[in-house]
């Protein structure tokens, strides 16, 4: 049986097409959610679930207990139905024996059960026989974690399906500044448009006001004075950081200027980037295309390179590598005034 994306899963299931057996894997668990959360909501009506729907968590049963679950016939119901979240903690599954129980059970299911393997943060080995045996007799789903570079057009695609205008900086304020945890995306999304008229379009106004991000001082703002050469500006970023630092951690912040760079690199391989390009870096809007161009007369490309360096070396200072007692906001200085300071040379500090 192919492998079906969750889309494909999703209109099955949306016209009441429910399968024997489905094994729902990998490191992005929003989507994994999305299909077990509908066949638990919608497989059977509320009066049906009391004795035909049973819900077991990987840590607490074992691979009998779901077997057994799965074998029993409906009472007065059009089927059963057995989840079993967290399964990637099921006991026995990297076994023999478990292995061969559930093997068996995939090669002739009970056609009135819908059973359902929430197996998240990673995938089973394909070479293995139980792998072997979900890939040819059940519906295998895969959610792979996406790409920050995938971020603005996912949430383009999102944002449409559910008829809701959205300007591209906001798109890419969101994508920047929340990353690929589709989960928490998903979670502001609904907490902005709460506050929203329908068919209001959301803008980066709006995004910086629910999400809580400084309209001054957040590290967007510091990203645009480092371009601009701007010293006293960046300083005055830094300070509110050092002064909140529940609201501006580093590590989320070394992540979002490290992207930067990293495309701004890729773009120097790219004297005249085609739409295709950009989009391939994950940059979709004019207004970030223009930023980007600014950067590419500011940063060589040995300096962006140099750049790069010192954002992982803060990296691992942040996480106590050669970084003495220096705290977040001191290896956050330090970094800045590099950056702002070509003449000192690169090599002095990274040895």
């Known amino acids: 049986m192919p492998a079906l994306s969750p889309d494909q899963i999703m209109q099955q299931?949306?016209?009441g097409q429910y399968q024997p057996v489905y094994f729902l894997q990998g490191e992005e668990p929003y989507y994994i959610d999305l299909v077990s959360d509908f066949i638990e909501k919608n497989a059977l009506s509320e009066l049906d679930k009391g004795f035909n729907q049973v819900v077991l968590y990987g840590k607490d049963t074992d691979i009998p207990t779901v077997l057994g679950q799965a074998r029993r016939?409906?009472?007065?119901?059009?089927?059963?139905?057995?989840?079993?979240?967290?399964?990637?903690?099921?006991?026995?599954?990297?076994?023999?024996?478990?292995?061969?129980?559930?093997?068996a059970y995939l090669k002739n299911p009970l056609p009135s059960t819908v059973l359902v393997f929430a197996h998240k943060h990673k995938c089973l080995d394909g070479r293995k026989k139980l792998g072997k045996a979900v890939t040819e007799h059940?519906?295998?789903?895969?959610?792979?974690?996406?790409?920050?570079?995938?971020m603005p057009q996912w949430l383009q695609a999102t944002m449409k399906q559910?008829?809701?205008?959205?300007?591209d900086d906001a798109v890419q304020l969101l994508s920047e500044y929340i990353g690929p945890d589709l989960a928490r995306l998903l979670g502001e999304i609904q907490k902005i448009e709460l506050n929203l008229q329908p068919g209001q379009p959301i803008d980066a106004a709006t995004v910086q006001r629910m999400v809580g991000i400084s309209k001054d001082y957040n590290i967007f703002e510091l990203q645009k004075a480092l371009i601009m050469r701007d010293v006293l500006k960046a300083n005055r970023i830094i300070q509110?950081?050092?002064l909140n630092p529940k609201d501006n951690p580093l590590i989320p912040n070394l992540t979002i200027l490290f992207n930067f760079f990293l495309r701004l690199l890729q773009l120097h391989t790219l004297p005249n980037p085609s739409p295709a390009d950009w989009k391939k870096i994950g940059v979709n809007n004019s207004y970030a295309q223009k930023e980007y161009q600014q950067a590419l007369k500011v940063f060589p490309y040995q300096r962006t390179r140099d750049i790069i360096r010192l954002i992982r070396r803060a990296d691992l200072q942040s996480k106590g590598v050669?970084?003495?007692?220096?705290?977040?906001?001191?290896?956050?200085?330090?970094?800045?005034?590099?950056?702002?300071h070509p003449q000192v040379p690169v090599a002095a500090v990274l040895g």
């Open 13 to 15: 299931l949306q016209k």
């Open 73 to 103: 016939f409906p009472m007065m119901a059009e089927r059963t139905v057995v989840i079993v979240k967290e399964a990637q903690n099921l006991p026995g599954l990297d076994a023999d024996a478990g292995q061969t129980m559930l093997e």
């Open 138 to 150: 059940a519906v295998l789903m895969t959610s792979d974690k996406l790409r920050d570079y995938q």
């Open 162 to 167: 559910r008829q809701r205008p959205i300007h």
């Open 240 to 242: 509110h950081f050092a």
């Open 322 to 340: 050669e970084s003495g007692s220096m705290s977040d906001a001191d290896i956050l200085q330090e970094l800045v005034f590099m950056v702002l």
